[in-house]
């Protein structure tokens, strides 16, 4: 199973906002610092403030912060809000489904509860414990300085 960019782009953006805590950041020094598209990356920070884990303040000493702690962004719940609904097998993408064998496979079953195990094993997890113990180090290979988690 591969997380699409999107995704991928959510979980960068938290982890680099958790580095920068209660400091204000511009949303191209994170594209910078991950070598990523700043219009892909805004899309993503949108959707971010839309639902309530970023602060967006604008003007020309604007940028971003982490609207929760840590603790409280729980990565399941941002992988569900972030991935795309995409079908695992043709058997998924009803009704363009055209597969033969569906009614009587056992393979749609098997790996949505394989996607569910993927995504509760997420749920384990929040951001603190990605950047937890790692801060120095994320920061060096990000170029910036960090501001303690805790």
Not at 9 to 33: E, G, M, P, Q, W
Not at 90 to 106: D, G, L, Q, W, Y
């Amino acid at each position: 199973m591969k997380i699409n960019t999107f995704t991928n782009l959510a979980f960068r953006v938290l982890i680099y906002l958790a580095l920068r805590k209660n400091h204000l950041v511009k949303t191209s020094d994170i594209a910078d610092a991950y070598f990523v598209s700043f219009n892909h990356l805004k899309k993503v920070i949108t959707l971010l403030i839309e639902q309530g884990y970023v602060t967006g303040t604008k003007g020309r000493g604007g940028g971003i912060t982490l609207a929760k702690e840590a603790e409280e962004i729980n990565l399941g719940d941002v992988f569900r809000l972030t991935v795309e609904d995409v079908a695992l097998a043709e058997c998924f993408a009803s009704p363009t489904n055209k597969c033969v064998i569906s009614p009587a496979c056992r393979l749609k079953s098997i790996l949505q509860n394989a996607a569910d195990k993927f995504i509760s094993e997420l749920d384990q997890f929040t951001l603190y414990d990605l950047v937890k113990d790692r801060e120095g180090a994320l920061a060096m290979h990000l170029a910036i300085d960090f501001i303690e988690v805790e």
